[in-house]
């Protein structure tokens, strides 16, 4: 198996992962996360159509995945840092409810686990960007 076709199974996952991660934020915090929801589902969506033009063999469709999940990276490294401070801030106060402490360890935890995904799913594209390149036209 090429390795355009083995990085296409990763955008295929990507995607994926992140559609149940903006549908697990709605689940856990309500309404109240729709930015995860449009993260998880128009990036997830971006991810798929990415992973199955790959698989095709399409050039762009590399470009495309890479530069969403380097995109996805930044914007999910600070949206991690926010819900860090805005916990740690929670937590030093100590006058909120148990429940809003737990939603925000929640959304916090989701935007994490989506950061580390997305950085190993950077990190793989730029390693093996020379090979699939030359494998896909």
């Known amino acids: 198996m090429t390795i355009h076709k083995q990085i296409s199974y990763l955008y295929a996952f990507f995607g994926i992962f992140l559609i149940a991660c903006g549908a697990v934020a709605i689940d856990v915090a309500g309404v109240q996360a729709k930015t995860a929801l449009l993260t998880g589902g128009i990036g997830g969506l971006i991810a798929l159509v990415a992973g199955h033009f790959l698989n095709r063999g399409k050039r762009w469709s590399f470009l495309m995945g890479a530069i969403e999940a380097g995109i996805l990276t930044i914007l999910l ?34 935007t994490t686990a989506m950061l580390v995904v997305a950085l190993l799913t950077l990190a793989v594209s730029v390693m093996f960007a020379k090979q699939v390149l030359s494998e896909t036209k």
């Not at 401070?85 to 929640?106: P, S, Y």
């Open 77 to 110: 490294f600070w949206r991690t840092g926010t819900y860090f401070i805005r916990l740690l801030e929670m937590v030093q106060q100590g006058g909120q409810g148990a429940e809003t402490t737990q939603t925000a360890g929640m959304a916090f935890l989701l």
